[in-house]
């Protein structure tokens, strides 16, 4: 495990010419470092005080016990005896350093007494801990992370932080920002990342046996979709939110409730663990569980450097090559970081946490529906210029989402390599050169700081996992691994990704993260020419940042991807360099893809279930193609009638837009999709244009419920469907009626679903799953309601569900008890669904109804009884009277009565004691004296409209 003293140690015996990589930066430092960071009132050797600030002209440094890189001429080193201090000295300015070099980017030491959470990184643990011993019970420390060397604590203020701060055992200390979630979605569709293509061409890649981590607060266990699939957790979050049902849901939804609630990873399981915590889980707890991806929708504020949880993250994947944490890149698009090398450049440089610095963790950004950009998506470089997001994905109003579906994508690659690999998980590095290699390239050619290597094409990528599109290997430093390819005729383009797991770095490093740094090359072998990598410009400039890439070597990244457009045939050889490799030897995985010349495939809609014009009138019409001008253009035709006719929807569509948004007719009716380009003519996958079933429950009593819905143009029959015992729908019955009646004591399900079974044989979309406790349905009614009409005339309103079952209805009046007073003349039963009875005298106070409905088959149903309060026929109605000074005096008005009228109250001697203009909704009886009153009522005209006795005890 990496720790910041293996690091010190590390790069101070490394031979001196490769301490320049240590410190390699991308840009230039700042002229005052030396002076910002040196301790003006000490000079010389100072056993003291262990810091030391030293700077050279030169490119690199003698060896010494770096702590930290300032830029690329400047260090902090830890020096603990004289003569060290006095050889470093011949080689440049060297002077005791202040403490401020401790703090993260931006940080200030705050002089009030707010009391905050900070993580005080070390080179011994041990050591640190003893030393916070004298400051208890000044501050607490909340946890440990071993991989960093750093402690969180709390209970923090300013003044006990300085202190803290001067300890020769702490070297970093960062504010521990909260934790947000980075998400509202809108407009889910399972186009825009070839979801449903991956559904219904690979129904096998579901995720089966994996469990995915989602680090953020707890998600609804009992959500349809996530029933009975998310696993017991000891570190999960005590709060349940929306968000993270969604996300999970996003991830590996069911599918129970409807279409859209269809994950990608629909049959994996969830470990859920609380973001409050910002370092990684604990290891051995994620490894118990088998949890080999972690989901992360969730950041801080823009934090642009290298901390103590970035280095916790590059160490936890360093120990476990197999483990791969998804992140969304955050919300501040259109914002600029405060500090660090691209401070002040707006839309760029402004992910949110400086966990997303990591180097072994993929960040995802966000696109809409269109495939454009979300100007709240958070841009790259990294501070050290490094490739960020690496990947973008629907996510309409944030990249919470976005980054769930590359997860849910990866635990389907880690499902589908399992399957072929004696359940082997899968590196995560291969995982990432797949997704990177198979990723639509959006924005500028290659690779750029909006959209990294693409939007995800999550079946493109678990196509290529499956038909083992990949290599790999061992390397170690300067040796050359090699393997020849040969790119077939007509390839419209050809893809290489390389990538690998990377140590961690140094704590706070303002130079390059990178440790182990290897180089991809193609070689045309004919011609000998040599394709690179795609590079971007790291000047800390907007339009330097903006800059298309470049093909040129790669020493940032851990990750770099060859794409060349129309390659010549022939045989290739590709070529990875293990150009510095500081731990002995690095694993590496190669994803390699040729894509063919013209070639042409809908990719959306694939099912029925996504042509549903009364959930959404417009869809995306999208496919796939490869052709070499960008010009080239083709016409949309659909057939209503198995082809014999064709109607043009789409004239000269550019193919390279790859969608078309089609508004759905009103039809029912079958339909296929047709492309003609120069190239040839291309077809859909048939589907129906109808209305999505809706099936509602007629009648739910103790013994039995029934089911009924309109009939399908095409059905020959339905399947009906429950969520039984286990996490999914399950097929019960299939029937040829549009109806069916359930033994509930057999069969006692609550969640219910019906679907079609086409005679023409297309897939049809299943209805919305329905719990009947949240259908208002009873047994053979639906409601019973009164509505109070002026004068007091009460309208009792019943709804009945099953008016074929029911032979007439009453109305009936009963005590508080139950028991019956009366009963009105009966109503017979018709083809309606609604009854209603007229009462006009209710009288005053509380009365109490029910209905009663006489079944055809025999016997009676009762309803619930409502309670309808009156004035009955005085125009105010006191209760409780006599009332007791210690209570409430509540009141009833007359239905209609003016809402202004005013009350006056007076004593037996007629003087006036209280008045209340307007009448309030209550009246505290302490307000008045104990006897006998008479009130009036009066209207705004000074009409009286009732008078009366109140007695107050």
């Not at 770099?560 to 129309?566: F, G, P, V």
């Amino acid at each position: 495990m990496v720790r910041i003293n293996t690091i010190l140690k590390f790069c101070s015996i490394i031979p001196a010419v490769f301490v320049s990589f240590c410190a390699f930066g991308q840009h230039a430092g700042k002229p005052d470092l030396f002076e910002n960071y040196a301790n003006k009132k000490l000079t010389g050797y100072n056993p003291s005080n262990p810091y030391y600030i030293i700077s050279t002209k030169e490119k690199k440094l003698e060896p010494a016990h770096i702590v930290r890189w300032l830029d690329e001429q400047t260090a902090i080193v830890k020096i603990d005896q004289a003569d060290e201090y006095h050889r470093l000295e011949k080689n440049g300015q060297i002077k005791t350093a202040n403490n401020d070099w401790k703090l993260s980017p931006g940080l200030t030491i705050p002089d009030n007494n707010v009391q905050l959470v900070y993580n005080i990184g070390t080179y011994n643990m041990p050591e640190l801990l003893s030393a916070l011993e004298a400051y208890k019970p000044r501050l607490k420390i909340m946890s440990m992370d071993k991989a960093s060397a750093s402690v969180r604590i709390t209970h923090v203020t300013g003044a006990v932080l300085k202190e803290v701060l001067a300890l020769p055992e702490v070297v970093f200390v960062d504010r521990q920002e909260k934790p947000a979630t980075e998400i509202a979605i809108i407009g889910y569709n399972r186009g825009v990342n070839v979801l449903s293509t991956l559904d219904y061409d690979i129904p096998c890649a579901n995720g089966r046996g994996i469990t995915v981590g989602v680090k953020e607060q707890a998600m609804e266990e009992a959500d349809l979709d996530l029933y009975k699939r998310v696993l017991p957790s000891p570190i999960a979050a005590s709060t349940k939110t929306n968000h993270a049902t969604v996300i999970a849901s996003i991830i590996g939804g069911a599918g129970n409730s409807f279409y859209d609630g269809r994950g990608i990873a629909h049959a994996c399981t969830f470990f859920p663990s609380s973001f409050d915590a910002l370092f990684p889980d604990d290891p051995a707890i994620l490894q118990s569980q088998k949890v080999n991806i972690q989901n992360h929708s969730y950041g801080t504020i823009i934090q642009p450097f290298y901390g103590a949880e970035a280095l916790s993250y590059d160490a936890q994947t360093w120990d476990n090559k197999n483990m791969l944490h998804v992140f969304s890149s955050g919300n501040k698009g259109r914002e600029s970081a405060a500090n660090g090398p691209y401070a002040g450049i707006t839309g760029f440089g402004n992910l949110t946490g400086n966990f997303k610095m990591a180097k072994n963790i993929i960040t995802v950004g966000a696109i809409d529906n269109m495939g454009n950009i979300i100007a709240e998506s958070s841009a790259g470089p990294a501070y050290d210029g490094r490739l960020l997001p690496q990947l973008v994905a629907l996510g309409p109003n944030g990249t919470s989402d976005a980054a769930a579906m590359v997860s849910g994508t990866a635990a389907v690659m880690q499902q589908v390599y399992a399957d072929s690999n004696d359940n082997a998980i899968a590196p995560a590095a291969l995982i990432k050169a797949i997704l990177y290699n198979t990723a639509t390239d959006l924005h500028h050619t290659g690779i750029d700081f909006k959209t990294g290597y693409g939007s995800l094409n999550a079946y493109k990528a678990v196509r290529a996992m499956q038909q083992k599109k990949y290599d790999g290997g061992v390397i170690s430093q300067g040796q050359v691994w090699t393997r020849p390819i040969t790119i077939p005729a007509a390839t419209a383009q050809a893809k290489i990704t390389l990538a690998w797991t990377d140590t961690a770095t140094m704590l706070n490093n303002n130079g390059k993260a990178l440790m182990n740094d290897l180089d991809l090359e193609l070689v045309e072998v004919t011609s000998g020419t040599v394709y690179k990598p795609w590079v971007l410009n790291v000047a800390a400039h907007a339009d330097s940042l903006n800059k298309p890439a470049a093909r040129k070597r790669d020493s940032l990244n851990t990750a770099e991807q060859i794409s060349i457009a129309l390659p010549s045939a022939g045989n290739y050889l590709l070529k990875v360099y293990g150009t510095t490799v500081v731990n002995g030897n690095i694993a590496f995985s190669l994803a390699i893809n040729t894509d063919t010349l013209n070639s042409f495939a809908f990719t959306s809609p694939q099912h029925s279930s996504e042509v549903n014009r009364y959930e959404t009138p417009d869809i995306f019409i999208r496919w796939k193609t490869f052709v070499a001008d960008a010009n080239e253009k083709g016409n949309l035709y659909i057939s209503y009638n198995n082809g014999m006719a064709w109607q043009l929807i789409g004239a000269d569509l550019s193919l390279d837009s790859y969608q078309y948004q089609w508004t759905i007719k009103d039809t029912n009716s079958r339909a296929v999709l047709k492309m003609e380009t120069a190239f040839g003519h291309f077809l859909s996958k048939e589907f129906v244009v109808t209305k999505t079933l809706q099936p509602f429950p007629d009648f739910i009593c103790e013994d039995s419920l029934r089911l009924s819905w309109n009939k399908h143009i095409y059905a020959e029959a339905y399947k009906i469907f429950a969520l039984t015992d286990g996490p999914y729908l399950q097929h019960l019955f299939t029937t040829s009626d549009s109806f069916i009646v359930i033994n509930r004591l057999q069969y006692p399900f609550k969640v219910f679903a019906v679907e079609p079974v086409l005679s023409n044989g297309i897939p049809a979309s299943r209805s919305i799953a329905f719990d009947i406790d949240f259908q208002g349905v009873k047994c053979f009614y639906q409601n019973l309601y009164h509505e109070l009409q002026d004068e007091n005339i009460v309208k009792l309103h019943l709804n009945i569900s099953s008016p074929a079952y029911t032979d007439s209805v009453f109305f009936e009046q009963v005590d508080k008890q139950g028991a019956l007073v009366k009963t009105l003349p009966g109503q017979k039963a018709t083809a309606g669904f609604s009854y209603h009875q007229v009462v006009e005298k209710p009288g005053g106070g509380e009365s109490y109804w029910r209905a009663k409905l006489k079944m055809k088959a025999g016997g009676y149903v009762y309803t619930e009884v409502i309670t309808i309060s009156t004035s009955g026929t005085q125009h105010i109605l006191f209760y409780p009277n006599p009332v007791n000074r210690s209570g409430t005096l509540k009141y009833l008005l007359k239905q209609g009565a003016p809402f202004d009228s005013y009350l006056y109250l007076y004593d037996i001697t007629g003087r006036l004691v209280k008045q209340y203009r307007p009448i309030p909704s209550s009246i505290n009886p302490a307000d008045l004296a104990s006897g006998l009153l008479m009130y009036k009522l009066f209207n705004r005209s000074g009409q009286l409209l009732d008078s009366g006795k109140l007695l107050v005890q």
